[in-house]
């Protein structure tokens, strides 16, 4: 990372964490498992022959998992997510920028690490399925506190209201 972007990335960090409405379009990526980026400025010591300490250039490190294939996945994240990619990676030495994606696919696969292994709660379930189970779940709740004690027209009312408030997360 080169030095303008160790006190802007904390920075950006931050932003994402105080402000996360900001940042809905990865959320919105429904082939996400998930995806998190983390600054690491030193490494613990392991024994020789490892570096001790605080690294000259701290490092940017994104881990994601995901559907698909990976090709389609950097497609997305370069096309859609253009702006972002531009201020997380922009202060990361030979980063090429995200388009066009031969140069960034290039890039990525000079310094990726590929897991060994990964554990998911929800294997089959994508971060949107997730969030929009936990809003389902939250509005059901809600209805079943209005509904209880409704005479059958009132319920049907209520149910209808329901249904269409919560199609989007069915």
Excluded: C
């Excluded at 950006?12 to 995806?35: K, M, N, V």
């Excluded at 983390?38 to 940017?60: A, D, F, T, V, W």
């Excluded at 096309?79 to 030979?94: A, D, E, K, P, V």
């Excluded at 209520?158 to 249904?163: D, Q, V």
């Amino acid at each position: 990372m080169k030095w303008w972007g160790r006190g802007f990335l904390p920075a950006l960090f931050l932003y994402a964490r105080l402000y996360p409405a900001q940042i809905h379009t990865l959320a919105e990526l429904s082939f996400i498992h998930f995806a998190r980026w983390n600054l690491i400025r030193e490494l613990p010591y392991n024994g020789p022959p490892q570096h001790r300490g605080k690294l000259k250039h701290p490092q940017l490190f994104f881990e994601s998992n995901f559907n698909g294939g990976w090709e389609e996945y950097i497609d997305a994240f370069s096309h859609i997510l253009t702006r972002g990619m531009n201020l997380f990676w922009g202060s990361s030495y030979g980063f090429p920028r995200p388009l066009p994606t031969g140069p960034f696919k290039g890039y990525i696969k000079r310094h990726e690490v590929e897991a060994s292994h990964f554990h998911s709660a929800y294997p089959e379930a994508t971060t949107t399925m997730i969030n929009s189970a936990l809003r389902l779940d939250a509005e059901l709740e809600e209805f079943k506190r209005r509904a209880a004690g409704l005479d059958d027209d009132a319920f049907a009312r209520e149910w209808n209201s329901f249904l269409t408030k919560v199609q989007r997360w069915v």
